[in-house]
């Protein structure tokens, strides 16, 4: 099974702040990698499909990166919108699976 | 408006049988594999399974095989989560969501683009 690792688990940070968050799958899952943020109360929300599509919507501050094994989340300019924890999934259409990493959680510095 | 609608909040006691719904509004779910997810408290998300509506196939999570039952009801929308017998540790947040695929090339791409507001279910003597 795939498993998928993210670092830190936390940080804070200020507003203004480029914030980086890193993922890792245990093996080469190509660009299957997608991003969601989640704030306290509410279900998660797509950011960042296929490694780096931009979701509709989503404001461009957010961008995704990596292939392969790496990939990262960041956000150039911290938003007070933008503390929440965030999710890195591994998804597989054949067969269908789906793994998340354990949760990066952001907050104020 | 597109949108999963959740049932709400549950109190059950161990031992006792529950399914929660998650209705499709605004769109047909009949053509959409629509999964669960599982949160426990101030934990992370978790897959539990999927369903795809219009032919009822249905994939477990190894970790959730055998302790959950994924069904859809097409006439009514809907897709259901549920266990024969509640434990403590079934108490969490459940999501359903919908996933979007799309195919580039070899390359079969996904994602759960729209979710539910999520069921809170408590398990508790």
């Known amino acids: 099974d795939i498993q998928m690792t993210q670092s830190p688990s936390s940080l804070s940070a200020s507003v203004g702040d480029r914030v980086t968050i890193t993922c890792r799958a245990s093996?080469?899952?190509?660009?299957?990698l997608n991003w969601y943020q989640q704030k306290p109360g509410n279900a998660p929300k797509l950011l960042i499909y296929?490694?780096?599509s931009l979701q509709r919507g989503v404001p461009s501050r957010f961008s995704g990166s990596g292939s392969g094994t790496d990939f990262t989340l960041t956000i150039s300019s911290l938003q007070p919108e933008d503390f929440a924890t965030y999710y890195c999934?591994?998804?597989?259409?054949?067969?269908?699976?789906?793994?998340f990493g354990p949760g990066t959680k952001v907050d104020i510095k | 408006e597109v949108q999963l609608v959740q049932s709400g909040a549950e109190v059950k006691k161990p031992g006792e049988s529950l399914k929660i719904s998650c209705k499709g509004s605004?769109?047909?779910?009949?053509?959409?594999?629509i999964a669960w997810v599982r949160q426990m408290p101030g934990k992370g998300l978790e897959w539990m399974g999927i369903?795809?509506?219009?032919?009822?196939?249905?994939k477990y999570s190894p970790s959730f095989q055998g302790q959950v039952t994924i069904s859809a009801d097409m006439s009514n929308n809907t897709a259901y989560l549920q266990w024969g017998s509640l434990r403590a540790s079934d108490t969490a947040k459940y999501y359903c969501?919908?996933?979007?695929?799309?195919?580039?090339?070899?390359?079969?791409?996904?994602?759960?683009?729209?979710w539910g507001q999520g069921t809170l279910v408590t398990v508790s003597s």
């Open positions: 969501a919908s996933l979007m695929e799309v195919t580039s090339g070899w390359r079969h791409y996904n994602w759960f683009d729209l």
């Open positions: 369903i795809y509506p219009a032919d009822s196939d249905t």
């Open positions: 093996q080469d899952i190509s660009s299957y």
């Open positions: 605004g769109y047909s779910i009949s053509n959409y594999w």
């Open positions: 296929a490694a780096s």
């Open positions: 999934q591994h998804s597989y259409s054949i067969p269908k699976t789906f793994t």
